[in-house]
C-alpha cells in the first residue's frame, strides 16, 4: 500500500537499532539482578533453614543431656574415673567380682563347688537379646538341678548407644535393685527387659515402661518405683579431681562391674559367656549350652 511517510536514513535505523539493544541489555540486567536477588534470598533462607534446625540439635541434645544427667556415675562424663568395687555400694547378693550369683538355693547363694557359669552381658547388646531368648530357660533349668550357679554381669558398655539416655545404666541398675530387694524376680526380669528389648541406638524403654515389665512379672510396685531414685556422692575426674555427683541409686556399681569386667577381660564383648573359666561360643545352637555344663559337670566329679 502506497505511504507518504518518508522512508527511515540509514542513521535513523541505526539509532533505533541502538536504541533496541540497549533497552534489552537493560531488560536482562533487570532480569539478572532480580534473579541474584532471589538467589541470594533463597541462600538466606536455606542458611536459616539450616542454623534452626542446628539449634534444635543442640538444644535437643542439651535437653537430653539435662534431662538423663542424674543417671550415670559420674553424670556420664567421659573423663570419669571408673571406681572400685570395694569403693562402690553394691546389691546385697552380688559378689565381689561384681556378679550377681544365681544357684539352687537362690539369687545371692552360690553353691560350695558349683559349676560357675559366668555370663556378661548389657541389655542394650541386640546378641545379648538372642542368647537370651535362646538360653533362658535353659539357664532356670540347669540352675534348679543343683551343681551349677550363674554369674549374671550386667554391664554398661552400650550407654554410648542410646542417645544420651543411659539405657544400659537404667536397665542394669534396675535389675540390681531387683536382686537386692525381690531376689526371687530378678532372672524373670533380666528375660523381660529382653523380651522387651529396643533396637541399638535409639533411646531406649522408658523409665515408666522398665517399671511396668518390673511389675509385670511379680516385681512390687513400691520396689519398681525406686528405679529412678538418686543419691549424691563424689567421683574422681581424669585430671584427679575430685567432684560432686547425683546418680542413680547403684549407678556406681554398675560403673565398676563394668570396669572390672574389663580388667579380668581385656578383649570383653557382650555376650560372653565361660563356664568355669573357659570361653563357650556355641550359644546360639539349641542344647548346646546344656551339653557344656553337664560336661563341666562331669569333669568336676
Not at 536382686?179 to 533396637?199: G, I, K, M, R, S
Not at 563356664?275 to 555344663?293: M, P
Request: glycine share 8%; net charge negative; hydrophobic share 40%.
Amino acid at each position: 500500500m502506497p505511504t507518504n511517510d518518508p522512508r527511515p536514513t540509514k542513521n535513523q535505523r541505526r539509532d533505533e537499532a541502538r536504541a533496541k539493544a540497549l533497552a534489552m541489555r537493560k531488560e536482562q540486567e533487570r532480569k539478572a539482578k532480580r534473579n541474584r536477588l532471589l538467589a541470594i534470598i533463597g541462600l538466606s533462607v536455606a542458611v536459616l533453614a539450616l542454623v534452626a534446625v542446628a539449634f534444635f540439635i543442640v538444644k535437643q541434645d542439651r535437653d537430653t543431656a539435662a534431662a538423663n544427667s542424674s543417671i550415670a556415675y559420674g553424670n556420664g562424663g567421659g573423663d570419669v574415673k571408673p571406681p572400685s568395687l570395694s569403693d562402690v555400694t553394691a546389691p546385697e547378693p552380688a559378689n565381689e567380682s561384681g556378679a550377681i550369683p544365681v544357684g539352687k538355693d537362690g539369687v545371692g547363694k552360690p553353691g560350695d563347688g558349683d559349676v560357675v557359669v559366668k555370663v556378661y552381658f548389657d541389655f542394650m547388646c541386640p546378641y545379648c537379646g538372642q542368647f537370651d531368648a535362646i538360653n533362658a530357660k535353659a539357664l532356670d533349668e540347669i540352675v534348679a538341678d543343683g551343681g551349677v550357679t550363674v554369674d549374671y554381669h550386667p554391664l554398661s558398655f552400650l550407654d554410648r548407644a542410646s542417645q544420651g539416655t543411659f539405657y544400659s545404666t537404667r536397665t542394669a541398675n534396675a535389675a540390681a535393685i531387683v536382686a537386692d530387694q525381690d531376689p526371687e524376680h530378678f532372672t524373670a526380669f533380666v528375660t523381660a527387659l529382653y523380651a522387651n528389648q529396643p533396637e541399638e541406638n535409639s533411646k531406649g524403654l522408658t523409665d515408666a515402661k522398665i517399671e511396668e515389665i518390673a511389675t509385670g512379672v511379680g516385681v512390687p510396685a513400691d520396689v519398681a518405683a525406686t528405679f529412678t531414685d538418686t543419691v549424691d556422692g563424689t567421683f574422681e575426674n581424669a585430671d584427679g579431681a575430685t567432684e560432686n555427683g547425683t546418680w542413680r541409686t547403684f549407678a556406681p556399681w554398675v560403673a565398676a562391674t563394668t570396669n572390672q569386667a574389663t580388667t579380668d577381660l581385656p578383649k570383653l564383648s557382650t555376650p560372653t559367656i565361660l563356664i568355669d573359666g573357659e570361653a563357650f561360643t556355641d550359644w546360639s545352637t539349641e542344647g548346646a549350652l546344656q551339653a557344656a555344663v553337664e560336661a563341666a559337670k562331669t569333669a568336676k566329679g
